[in-house]
């Protein structure tokens, strides 16, 4: 049995036990646990135009769900499974006014209400509210778009205090370039709780660690977020990004100009993280395929072109390459006979100290 114990003084506190990452029933109890009840990035509003559909986590949660753009601009997320049988409704974006299942004829509104059904007449109690399809907790941040099935708590207390500190509106105008997609063999937790601290950056990641001044690197947690920032070298390119500076303890406490920040590292429990750079926007999805296999996700949105290839998010594929080296390595760590779990450094492992809490928390 995993200890879901992890006590919040991080000094006294012992880390996740291996058994959460090699148990296959921990792997299937996190779906329900964790992931249902937590919000997945589904798409930006750039990029959608009427109806589109999409699956929720593919390969894992595969919850089929349909986004749909209404005249207004708003978005609405539903249930994309018709009522009658189950089959999935929308297969490919669309325009449409209504939405018709490609099985027995059954018709739906944009507000996913049910309109009208072939051949059942004399049906009793039909139709009723679960003949419409179920509405699925969505949420914007910024451009970006959010789905929940089951959210354990609102996106805005997802975001917690981070909000504050970052001003997404800074890069509304930033544009998806690239999109590449890693395999990793390892749990997907042990990838999150690597991003979760730079306290390997000297040791795992040497041309970056020229680039970020680890003395003055920060990590502040929220209640199911954490944001780690960067200060750069001096000499090397900063931001030069509107952060909320005033509100900025880091750079305060530094005594640091904000344009001095090299990165600002955003995590959104469990599995989510926005990466804002001198050039724009790097977002993470971590997405969990068995106990030993995770695939994550790399969208890069640009907003000023000319920095892309400078700071601290100069040579993402590189510092990845040398983060899977080293997670894949703990993979197979954990599965020693020898070994069931560590301690905590005060000063350098909040994040996974705070995250590891929150695994054990919905786990629980
Ligand atoms: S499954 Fe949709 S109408 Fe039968
Ligand atoms: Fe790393």
Redesign the pocket.
């Known amino acids: 049995m995993a200890n879901f114990d992890i006590d919040p003084d991080i000094r006294k506190a012992k880390t996740l036990s291996s058994e959460f990452y090699t148990d296959q029933q921990y792997f299937e109890l996190s779906k329900e646990r964790i992931f249902t009840k937590s919000w997945q990035l589904i798409g930006t509003k750039d990029e959608i135009d009427n109806l589109k559909p999409l699956t929720l986590l593919e390969n894992f949660l595969d919850e089929p769900v349909l986004i749909i753009k209404n005249n207004n601009g708003s978005f609405n997320c539903f249930s994309n499974v ?1 009522t ?4 999935v409704l929308v297969e490919e974006p669309a325009a449409a006014s209504l939405i018709r ?1 490609g ?4 018709r739906f509104s944009l507000a996913g209400k049910f309109l009208s ?1 072939p051949e059942f007449d004399g049906v009793e109690n039909f139709p009723s509210d679960s003949d419409n399809l179920p509405r699925i907790a969505s949420a914007s941040w910024g451009n970006f778009l959010f789905a929940s099935v089951d959210p354990a708590a609102p996106f805005e207390d997802f975001m917690g205090g981070t909000n504050p500190l970052i001003d997404i509106a800074a890069f509304s105008g930033s544009k998806l370039v690239s999109k590449h997609e890693y395999e990793v063999n390892a749990h997907w937790a042990l990838y999150c709780e690597n991003y979760l601290e730079g306290f390997h950056i000297p040791f795992v990641h040497h041309s970056l660690n020229e680039i970020v001044d680890y003395g003055s690197y920060t990590t502040e947690t929220f209640r199911y977020s954490s944001l780690q920032t960067a200060l750069s070298e001096p000499g090397a390119i900063a931001t030069g990004l509107d952060f909320v500076d005033e509100k900025n303890p880091v750079a305060v406490a530094a005594g640091s100009d904000p344009d001095m920040i090299a990165g600002r590292y955003l995590f959104i429990f469990p599995n989510l993280m926005f990466n804002f750079y001198p050039w724009g926007i790097s977002v993470n999805i971590v997405k969990p395929i068995s106990p030993g296999k995770t695939k994550v996700e790399f969208l890069k949105y640009v907003s000023d072109e000319s920095k892309v290839e400078t700071g601290a998010g100069a040579d993402l594929h590189r510092v990845e390459l040398e983060d899977e080296k080293v997670v894949e390595s703990v993979q197979k760590g954990i599965r020693s006979r020898f070994y069931s779990h560590g301690k905590y450094s005060p000063t350098r492992e909040q994040g996974t100290h705070h995250f590891h809490r929150l695994i054990a928390e919905f786990m629980k």
């Open positions: 018709c009658h049988r189950g089959k299942c099985y027995h004829g059954r059904m």
